[in-house]
């Protein structure tokens, strides 16, 4: 049995990190310790899926940098396979626009896509999964003292909203050099990271560094290539699966597809805008915690960072809509370790309270199981 200890997180959904922006919430759902109780409980219930057995944190794990470390792209619902990677929570409240298509707008509405996919979590309506709220004991009186009603589809998702504004996490050691004037927080290689993400490598024009915080995000999506290769040129039939960490296999696609059906095809944003010159462009991820968040990109598809740097340096996959932006960076041994280093250097100082917090949280049905303290 794991144990953590509860954090005050009412506390870190209102206070300023160093190196992020005020974080505004909804005039309609302002932080509320209660709304952030209940939508932490249900972010950790396994039973609010069909089979009862996958829960919001099941594809976003704590421990993992709020991602699943294990797997390129997640497994859902009765083994069903995702198309794309699971992208960190932590600072997921500062996205204008969610999901690396871009197809959502607000935390309140987006819990719903996992919540009825039938390969995430597989309800079969929305009265389903408040009918599942309903019936759980553990849920009784929740709802009203919380909102002053019932368990509604907006309740729901204000509740999960609420908790997910809670995943703050800045104040690096980045943040110290560069917001608190602490020339000692860096190291001599990752300050030349931090030169060569600014300057030569170019990173900056999309991962953006503005004065007074930042976010890694232009918040656009860009074509770097990485979806035309999935696409397009990928030849290999067989896949990298991590069986446990540290142990893959290489796996036949054809049999993958047996099981868990075929990853369905990824053009990226033209699948929400319909717009040709759309295909291939993911939404550009803030890099905070990245260190905590293999695997990369919309796909998973690089395992580390030194992967992703290599990849830059190349400068992205030559197609016809390549960003601009993207071109052959002729980096040394010492530079590619610098950036990498630098990325290190973007792990929150809080990371470690949020997990130990998470694990405070009972999970599932408490009147099934017998819990051992
Ligand atoms: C089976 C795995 C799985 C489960 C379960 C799951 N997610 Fe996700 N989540 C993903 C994947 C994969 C994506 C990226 C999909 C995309 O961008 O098209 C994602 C995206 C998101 C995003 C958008 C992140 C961003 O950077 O824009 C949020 C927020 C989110 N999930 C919250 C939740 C919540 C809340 C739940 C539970 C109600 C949940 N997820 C359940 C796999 C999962
Ligand atoms: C043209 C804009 C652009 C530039 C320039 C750029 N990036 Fe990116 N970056 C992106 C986009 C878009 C993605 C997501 C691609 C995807 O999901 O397929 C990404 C993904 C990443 C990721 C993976 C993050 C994750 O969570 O999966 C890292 C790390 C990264 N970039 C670092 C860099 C570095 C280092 C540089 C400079 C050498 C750089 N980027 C230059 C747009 C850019």
Redesign the pocket.
Known sequence: MRSGSAANLLEIAKAKQLGLPELAAPADNQPDARKIALGRKLFFDRRLSRNKTMSCAMCHIPEQGFTNNELARPIGSEGRGLKR?A?TILNVAYYQRLF?DLREFSLEQQVWSPLLASNEMNNPSIGYVIETILNARDYAGLFQQAFGGPVTMRSVGEALAQYERTLISGDSRFDRWLYANESLALSNSETLGYQL?TGK???S???LIQKDHALFTDQQ??N?G??YWDSMLRTSREVAVQLAPGVAANIDQTRIASVGGAKANDVGRYEVTLNPSDRWK????G?RN?AL?AP????GELLT?EA??DF?NRGGIPNESL?P??KP?GLVDKERAA?VNF?KSLTGSNVKILVSDAFAVPIGDPDAVSVAH
């Open positions: 990677n992208p690396v993400f490598g170019g990173c024009s999309c991962h999506a860009h770097t990485i979806g993911y939404r550009t991820p890099l990245v968040t990369y990109m919309h796909n960072l992703v740097v830059y960003s932006l993207l960076l950036l990325l």
